[in-house]
């Protein structure tokens, strides 16, 4: 571990059991001495009902508004129980093993009881081409929530037919999302109330033109495979992917649909690069820039954890990269007050980071090529 300030949690694993503290290592000790203790704080103990019987198996996470994260299981009764909280918010989410899901918030000031009554029911549809209305087999299905990223369904492809069938969702609004090779991906809104099925949903996807990628990183290395987000003006991603990579790094992306659009491409070997480019259109040249690694760290938020979240900016403007749902991220979260970002572009980055109660720290960091660099922020 490198010298400086650090934080440390401890969970009793298939427990509710949990402690934290906070630990300083000094570069001249070969060690240092850190003792947690379970126990104290608030419990917090509820039950799961899914139309109208208890939820047996069901995973419950606990986060707070620090990024602390308490993971608990229903048992026959569908109960659950967290020990050792302290006060402040809390967000409650629970999934089913048939792929429904539910999030609330939870103020903690004392010990708690609540109940959590899920209303679910199964959801199917057909994904057809918009050209022809012919069925699309083999197209994935992914499920969003509000504020949520899309959730996969391993199992949820389209058949032959075009139809697919999701078990089982909860009540509320959603939105479906299916995306299949050689078209642009498809998108619609479904409301859910109660435990009534709603009726078939039909999503209709556009055939894409695609694009040809060649790429290399910035010594003439070819890398062996590319991360591609491809966005529209106002930030969505409308394709994103992993792409392995031919001779001269060549690669087609085939689910981009004619327009005019941002792509953002990198590499594990490499920072991302954005290249605005019209689709049909000739194939898009990229040598990509060096990256150097920037860990974080807000020395206030080790002592006294709050949820926070950091930015960079350059001559260019924000640095962005590519979400793990495919989407462009700007922003990311500290946990106990740090983060590490990998793939960063050499050059000088102004570093801010932002808590949720209108604190800021900020901090300037010189980042180079395959190097290591570390910033405090004041």
């Not at 010298?3 to 694993?13: E, K, L, N, S, T």
């Amino acid at each position: 571990l490198p010298p400086g300030p650090c934080a440390v949690r401890a969970v009793g694993p298939d427990t509710p059991l949990h402690a934290r503290g906070n630990v300083t290592l000094e570069s001249a000790a070969s060690e240092a001495r850190l003792d947690l203790q379970f126990g104290g704080g608030h419990q917090l103990d509820g039950v799961v009902l899914r139309n109208g019987e208890p939820l047996t198996g069901a995973g419950v996470t606990l986060r707070s508004d620090s990024d602390v994260d308490l993971r608990a299981v229903t048992d026959h009764q569908g109960g659950f129980r967290f020990g050792g909280l302290d006060d402040g918010g809390y967000t409650l989410s629970l999934r089913t093993a048939s792929g429904a899901w539910h999030q609330e918030k939870v103020e903690i000031t004392g010990d708690r009881s609540i109940r959590v009554e899920l209303r679910t029911t199964s959801l199917s549809g057909r994904v057809v081409d918009a050209a022809d209305g012919s069925p699309v087999p083999g197209a994935q299905i992914s499920l969003r929530g509000a504020n949520d990223g899309f959730a996969l369904f391993p199992d949820a492809t389209t058949d032959a037919r075009g139809a697919f069938r999701l078990p089982e969702i909860a009540e509320g609004e959603w939105t479906l999302r299916a995306t299949q090779q050689d078209y642009a991906p498809g998108e619609r809104k479904v409301q859910v109330e109660g435990d009534s099925p709603p009726g078939d949903v039909e999503i209709r996807l556009d055939p894409a033109e695609g694009v040809t990628v060649e790429a290399v990183l910035a010594g003439g290395q070819v890398p062996d495979r590319l991360r591609v987000a491809v966005v529209d003006g106002t930030g969505r991603a409308v394709a994103a992917g992993n792409y392995a990579t031919g001779e001269n790094g060549r690669t087609r992306i085939s689910n981009v649909p004619p327009g005019n659009w941002l792509f953002l491409i990198e590499s594990d070997r490499s920072a991302p690069v954005s290249v605005p480019a019209a689709v049909p259109g000739p194939a898009l040249h990229v040598i990509l820039p060096p990256a150097g690694k920037l860990r974080i760290q807000v020395p206030e938020l080790v002592q006294h954890p709050a949820a926070a979240k950091v930015v960079l900016t350059g001559p260019g403007g924000p640095f962005r990269d590519i979400g793990w749902d495919g989407s462009l991220q700007s922003e990311w979260d500290l946990e106990a007050g740090a983060q590490t970002l990998t793939r960063v572009p050499a050059g000088v980055w102004q570093v801010t980071a932002r808590a949720g109660d209108g604190r800021s720290w900020s901090g300037t960091a010189t980042v180079t090529p395959d190097g290591v660099t570390e910033v405090g922020l004041k």
